[in-house]
Nanobody, 123 residues
Framework: QVQLVESGGGLVQAGGSLRLSCTASGRTFSTYTMGWFRQGPGKEREFVAYIGWRAVSTNYAAFVKGRFTISRDNAKSTVFLQMNSLRPEDTAIYYC????????????????WGQGTQVTVSL
């Protein structure tokens, strides 16, 4: 079992930045690929980014490339999502997730989920 807790969400103006964190407890964090997803109002949950267990491989959704950066600190069992140049359409609940697979871009590929953190971007 892995327990995930997100933090760092909030209200920010368009063009601003936020850094989300997700801290894991339970089984060995470093063996998991970690992903970030988001779910906006009335929308399905969508992939944002993932990072492999050794942080060698990363992948991003097209709509965040060049603006968001995923990273991890295995010593602290934490994964981060640095979000820059935020837009109103980035408003959503952001979830972190964990999988033992080597990659994952769909929610079904992930076994463990956090409770989510709200990000709201105003004009």
């Amino acid at each position: 079992q892995v327990q995930l807790v997100e933090s760092g969400g909030g209200l920010v103006q368009a063009g601003g930045s936020l850094r989300l964190s997700c801290t894991a407890s339970g089984r060995t964090f470093s063996t998991y690929t970690m992903g970030w997803f988001r779910q906006g109002p009335g929308k399905e949950r969508e992939f944002v980014a993932y990072i492999g267990w050794r942080a060698v491989s990363t992948n991003y959704a097209a709509f965040v490339k060049g603006r968001f950066t995923i990273s991890r600190d295995n010593a602290k069992s934490t994964v981060f999502l640095q979000m820059n140049s935020l837009r109103p359409e980035d408003t959503a609940i952001y979830y972190c997730a964990a999988t033992l697979a080597s990659y994952g871009t769909t929610p079904a590929q992930y076994n463990y989920w956090g409770q989510g953190t709200q990000v709201t971007v105003s004009l």
